[in-house]
């Protein structure tokens, strides 16, 4: 049984850099499902109009169609409950929202200073003018002068990163013993920036850096073999 | 069946504002255990010789003594399974883990900043030297000196919140439709600055006021009626 997953893209096909569309493969990796993914751009609305939406994760499992990473996860536990949980019980799916609104909230906002002029140069030539125009639009600024210095983004990215280190500290991942639905929240905000910038955002030996190691050996190195636009 | 806890008290010795304590408080009353709380100073370090160390929380149940907020927490779900659980499974315990350090890293740290010198006049006089020469050696800087403007605690917290807000958007509760272990470890950092400070570090109508409302009225208003020192 292969699944289908519309998967944002580069100007390089294979560069796959969607902090939502990770959390994702790395769920259906979790689940055991082989997924085929569809190279999708910020501009193919129209490739999405079977979902009744515009944006990407977008799922097709046999003749379900389901959007919205979150709405995935919840729907994967739901179809396949002999197979490990994302989120187990009100107490992990609870943990799981508080992780993702972390990972978006905290994490999200900060690598994106970090990276934003970054993604510019991995888009596909078709997709710039929709980001620039977009994302301009959204953060009152020109994106070369939003995205602040690697030094900063270090800095900024310890103080965000630090309930997270303490957790880790304790405990090999965020969801426990093994990783599950939280991991790949956060994880998702990771592989964002690794896969189209060489800003660093994290120190090695970290603690937080020690569980990206884990996390990016997981399924064979799914994550750890996804090519980076990054110079 | 009563257990004991000491608990740190001010020169009121109704005024009891420890965020560890509080922790335990509240899970002593989700538990349905009837508790008698022993005020308790800093500089009473004797006192708590029997417990092997010099912090509260420190719960005798019995001929059991268990020290620290989380070894509490995992001693009461382990003793009394049968009434409802703090910390749920394994991602129910991530849970905890990770709201515990959000509350200590993000939320204390803050929180800290706004109420320290407030600390210093709720105080019992016999422990006012031994706070102020013990955390102006941490902060390196005088109480009153380090303590920031109301306005700035405001815009800090609200920027602290942030993750937390998002949650409470979609859950009445950190541990999801009912309050539980990770709750109570949020709760014990807003406790903290409501019994020593009249800093306001949340905006009324705030999701997270809300939610601060249904923490105030759980188990009869246990920590509503608790008195505050601030002026």
Request: proline share 4%; net charge neutral; charged share 25%.
């Amino acid at each position: 049984m292969t699944v289908k997953l519309y998967d944002l893209a580069g100007a390089n096909p294979a560069v796959r850099f969607s902090p939502y569309c990770w959390r994702v493969k790395m769920a259906l990796a979790h689940k055991g499902l082989d997924v085929e993914t569809i190279a999708w751009r910020f501009t193919d609305k129209d490739e999405l109009a079977f979902s009744g939406q515009g944006l990407v994760p977008v799922l097709r499992d046999g003749d379900m169609v389901v959007h919205d990473s979150w709405a995935i996860a919840e729907y994967l536990d739901k179809t396949y409950p002999d197979r490990p949980a994302l989120m187990d019980g009100e107490q992990g799916r609870a943990l799981a929202n508080f992780a993702r609104h972390y990972a978006q909230n905290v994490l999200g906002s900060t690598i994106s200073k970090a990276i934003i002029a970054d993604i510019f140069h991995v888009l596909d030539p078709k997709d710039r003018t929709y980001f620039r125009e977009s994302r301009e639009k959204r953060i009152g600024a020109k994106l070369e002068a939003f995205q602040i210095s690697r030094e900063e983004t270090l800095a900024q990215m310890t103080q965000a990163l630090s309930p997270l280190r303490a957790l880790l500290k304790d405990q090999p991942f965020v969801n426990g013993k093994r990783p599950a639905f939280a991991d790949y929240c956060v994880f998702g905000a990771f592989m964002w920036a690794r896969n189209t910038s060489s800003a660093k955002i994290v120190e090695d030996g970290d603690a937080v850096w020690e569980w990206r190691e884990r996390m990016l050996d997981l399924f064979d190195g799914l994550a750890r073999k996804s090519p980076s636009a990054a110079a």
